[in-house]
């Protein structure tokens, strides 16, 4: 059982993908949390929902959108039975690529990205569509940090989009794991950081 601290908000959650505001709320968690994000937080665990597509999706939703369409003009133009030997192997060299890339493009749509949080450390997953690169698990004994970072970039238009993810050092690994992604303040990302690290019992 994990004592109680200011810094939970236990049986709390926090929605803000309506206009919907909780102030109450927000000033004891110490910042207003971005739209999409969500906060479930109780005396066991804490778990953080956020919705963040990512940025190669407007170029790979696109190139989907055309591959898929090249695809659908051939297969008319040859014709043919699909239980034609040549087209049978025709549609599994090139159908399962495809079919994969379409898999991926609408995962990057229809998924979130659900962190939990508790004595035992941290859990990653993204849902409803399960995708392998999945992040492993990380132990509490192994994680020893949690940090904000800039994870600002730019646009086409060459416009600075600024935004922090909260990453940890991880014991054994040279560079940071991320695991909580596209909060534009640096406010908000501190609030996550704060509530992972009462979870964890780290020092922040």
């Known amino acids: 059982m994990i004592n109680m601290t200011n810094e939970h908000v236990p049986g709390i959650e926090v929605n803000r993908s309506t206009e919907a505001a909780d102030e109450a709320l927000d000033s004891s968690i110490g910042a207003a949390l971005p739209v999409g994000f969500r906060l479930l937080a109780d005396e066991e665990r804490l778990v953080i929902t956020r919705r963040v597509r990512s940025r190669g999706l ?26 034609d030997p040549e087209v049978a192997m025709m549609l599994v060299v090139y159908g399962l690529p495809i079919a994969a890339i379409n898999y991926v493009t609408l995962a990057g749509w229809l998924n ?44 086409a ?24 992604t596209g909060l534009p303040e640096r406010a908000q990302a501190d609030v996550v950081v704060r509530q992972m690290s009462s979870y964890l019992g780290l020092a922040q």
């Open 58 to 83: 407007q170029y790979l939703t696109p190139f989907t959108i055309l591959l898929d369409a090249a695809v659908a003009g051939f297969a008319f133009l040859i014709g043919g039975s699909p239980f």
């Open 112 to 155: 979130h990205t659900r962190v939990i949080v508790d004595g035992d450390g941290v859990r990653s997953h993204q849902r409803p569509l399960r995708l392998p690169s999945g992040a492993k698990p990380i132990a509490r004994a192994d994680i020893e940090q949690l940090v904000v970072e800039d994870d600002s970039f730019y646009t």
């Open 157 to 180: 238009g060459r416009v600075k989009m600024q935004q922090w993810r909260v990453a940890a050092r991880v014991r054994g690994w040279q560079a940071t794991v991320t695991l909580v």
